[in-house]
């Protein structure tokens, strides 16, 4: 008897081996489904349907797993690779089977002037091709205008507008709001234009503020207006004119601003959707279903460039690209930001790849940790010690701790309208001894030396003030003499266009903080040039964070299996879900403000940071 049950139980066991094995596989088979999925396939003939969905960026600040989970929701992507759009258009110029671009820019939400100019020359150059680019929105604003200028055809719908609004810096001011909740802000920093700790120890902005923010909002409006009517042929008086007059000109046609739009010449038809499609019908001809024209979107026009490339991809020479964007932040730093310790590593591993002839540091960032700085400008100039060269290209931002990364390099690229500069150093020490006082707590006690009682709930005392400010003071002696190495100037040249002072790109040249006007396309080619490569005979590389398998896998099946649950029925409740959502873009600056300032209050940091974006 005990032998028949020794067999049942023997079957039994092989039985759960084999279901096991069964589910393992049957599990393994649904993520390798979900994570591969299918090549998509291009018409022989197609129009490359360019839809930018948010922001464009240079780097996401959201990670898979959030991408994964707005997929899922089905909502629409808040952030657009800007490398996405500019590699989408380079490869359909001289695919055969694209044969025209649909700019659709409803979706786009707007992106600083330099990033714009970089989507604004592919387009230009994808059109050396021939192709035509048809551009459409319900409503063109000052960003969307930008690159719907360089189209080859610019459709408005009927009764959409084009509003080119200019550009501001507003910032919201804390000092009354910190006086009644009885908190000091004791300030350190060095330069009458450092402007970065203002909105916590002022009203309203300060002379100094006011007189640099304006130049330089003037020198990005001067250089949009030019280049937006160079695009379409206009002269720039003309356009100009068209935005201070836009009202009366709007009510003198009874509101029929589309039409004051085609009248200025600024859109070439007035169009629905419907005749857009037919025009695009015109172009390219009909898509299997025949119920539109045949198009690809970039993300799945992108994945077959992908694939294709991979098969061509062979080791050698290359000009490696490092993307810094966002916050600089001590350690690896989040999406969205650029963490010392990671950022060191990705530049560490191009030094010790020998096929890396040269390293283009494309910089988009206002700054931030004085500390992580000084570790990615150590790092760079450990790279420059091999004898290969380091171009800047800057994007939209590249000031303070941004423009301190930079002096490495043996060359600095920006565009006319990037803002830099901001050369200088702040701290902040907040204390809520007066917030105390007025709910009757005291503080008191006994300490060994000047710089016992360091505490939030009593005032700083002399002693840790002057130690304060002498650090911030030496932290922009150091500034200085950084810029003053990689710039070839002496300490007082560099000193009398920093002391935070922030500039646009066209007067950064001519004080001498950058050395050439132009696109990434050119600062890559000009790191090649001095490498001594042959065109045509290295490839260009973004090097990003290298991630183990293990870490791929488990990202990526983190965010299939979170994607998967809220598409089937894991959403819970729209309308809770609808209201979290627009609580979150409500506070999102506060937010935002709360967080920095959370940083930026620790006690003995140091940081090189500009509050200097223009909207």
């Excluded at 020198?219 to 042929?233: E, G, M, N, T």
């Excluded at 629905?272 to 119920?291: C, P, Q, T």
Aim: with cysteine.
């Amino acid at each position: 008897m005990r032998k028949f049950f020794g067999y049942i139980w023997t079957g039994l066991d092989g039985l759960r081996r084999v279901l096991h094995l069964l589910l393992l596989l049957l599990i393994f088979g649904f993520i390798v489904g979900g994570l591969s999925g299918s090549i998509p396939k291009i018409p022989k003939k197609a129009a490359l349907v360019v839809a930018p969905a948010g922001e464009i960026v240079e780097q996401r600040s959201d990670d898979p797993i959030d991408l994964a989970v707005a997929e899922a929701r089905g909502e629409g992507q808040n952030e657009t690779l800007l490398r996405d759009l500019v590699e989408a258009l380079h490869v359909a110029k001289a695919d055969a089977r694209i044969a025209a671009v649909m700019l659709d820019l409803d979706g786009m939400s707007g992106a600083g002037q330099p990033t714009l100019d970089e989507f604004a020359r592919a387009i230009d150059d994808f059109r050396k091709s021939g192709k035509k680019v048809v551009a459409f929105a319900t409503a063109y604003s000052r960003d969307t205008y930008f690159v719907a200028a360089h189209a080859d055809e610019i459709h408005l719908e009927p009764l959409g507008l084009v509003a080119l609004e200019g550009y501001d810096r507003y910032r919201n001011y804390f000092k009354d709001a910190l006086d009644k909740l009885g908190v000091d802000i004791n300030v350190f920093r060095v330069g009458v234009f450092k402007s970065a700790v203002e909105p916590y120890i002022r009203k309203d902005m300060s002379p100094e503020d006011r007189e640099a923010s304006q130049v330089f909002i003037n020198s990005l409006w001067d250089s949009y207006v030019k280049s937006v009517a160079a695009a379409r042929k206009l002269t720039p008086e003309a356009l100009a004119s068209y935005v201070a007059t836009l009202s009366p000109a709007v009510q003198a046609a009874k509101g029929d601003a589309a039409k004051v739009a085609l009248d200025a010449k600024l859109v070439t038809a007035l169009s629905s959707s419907s005749d857009v499609e037919r025009r695009m019908i015109a172009l390219v001809g009909e898509d299997e279903e025949g119920d539109s024209y045949a198009g690809v979107t970039i993300k799945d026009y992108l994945r077959v460039a992908h694939a294709e490339d991979r098969l061509k991809k062979a080791k050698g020479p290359q000009v490696g690209i490092i993307v810094a964007s966002g916050e600089i932040v001590d350690g690896d730093g989040a999406a969205g930001s650029i963490g010392g310790k990671s950022m060191v590593k990705m530049i560490r591993e191009a030094r010790l790849d020998d096929d890396v002839k040269a390293l283009v540091l494309r910089i988009d960032s206002p700054g931030g940790s004085v500390l992580a700085s000084e570790e990615i400008y150590r790092e760079l100039l450990a790279f420059k010690e091999t004898k290969r060269p380091i171009v800047v290209s800057m994007g939209d931002l590249a000031a303070s701790g941004g423009y301190y990364i930079a002096m490495p390099a043996d060359e600095i690229w920006a565009s006319p309208a990037t803002i830099t500069g901001s050369i200088g150093i702040f701290g902040l020490i907040p204390t809520i001894n007066r917030g105390l006082d007025k709910i009757g707590v005291g503080t008191d006690g006994v300490g060994t030396t000047p710089l016992s009682g360091m505490r939030l709930d009593r005032p700083l005392s002399p002693a840790i003030s002057t130690l304060m400010q002498a650090t911030v003071e030496r932290g922009y002696e150091e500034f200085l003499a950084h810029v003053s190495k990689g710039r070839n100037k002496t300490r007082d040249q560099v000193h009398a266009i920093a002391q935070g002072r922030v500039w646009s790109g066209r007067d950064a040249l001519r004080i001498g903080l950058v050395d050439q006007l132009g696109s990434l396309d050119q600062a890559v080619a000009a790191a090649a040039k001095r490498a001594k490569l042959v065109e045509g005979k290295y490839t260009v590389r973004y090097r990003e964070p290298d991630l183990s398998w293990a870490q791929e896998f488990a990202q990526s099946i983190k965010a299939s299996t979170i994607a998967t649950a809220l598409r089937y029925g894991g959403i819970g409740d729209p309308q809770l879900l609808q209201a979290l959502q627009f609580t979150q873009r409500q506070l999102g600056p506060v937010e935002r403000e709360v967080m920095r300032f959370d940083r930026h209050a620790l006690p003995g940091r140091l940081y090189a940071h500009c509050f200097c974006s223009a909207h």
